[in-house]
């Protein structure tokens, strides 16, 4: 089981991620805001977020940038929505910045379980190296 912030402005949206993720085993912490993320994570470490890109006080591009500068062991996602190029490209910087995985919304549930499980996975097997030096 994994700690998993679920950042997102969009609160239905946040909520239900949260649900799924938990019924997959995780504990799943919704938040509002980057800032607030950020600040949870000081006292109470995770390790993966999934991050909205838009949104008002902190977007996802500082978001990503603060998590990569202060704790680069923590796994990233970017989602955001819309089918524009545009946004397409925004993705594809999310990604240069340190975001391991980006989903366009709407994406299936299945798809951003499968990124969580890979991230995780990767996480384990680096861990365990690092155990067995």
């Known amino acids: 089981m994994a700690r998993i912030l679920v950042i997102d402005d969009n609160t239905a949206l946040r909520e239900a991620l949260c649900e799924w993720l938990q019924q997959s085993g995780h504990e799943a912490i919704p938040m509002a805001t980057g800032r607030q993320a950020a600040q949870l994570h000081r006292t109470e470490p995770v390790q993966l977020i999934i991050t909205d890109l838009f949104m008002p006080e902190t977007d996802g591009l500082e978001i990503i ?69």
């Not at 989602?79 to 240069?96: F, T």
């Open 65 to 133: 940038a603060e998590f990569r500068r202060d704790y680069p062991e923590v796994k990233i996602i970017a989602v955001s929505g819309g089918g524009s190029r545009g946004m397409v490209e925004l993705l594809s910087v999310a990604q240069r910045m340190g975001a391991q995985r980006a989903l366009m919304k709407p994406f299936d549930i299945h798809t951003l379980l499968t990124a969580v499980n890979e991230l995780l996975s990767d996480a384990d097997e680096a861990t365990n190296e690092e155990s067995s030096r």
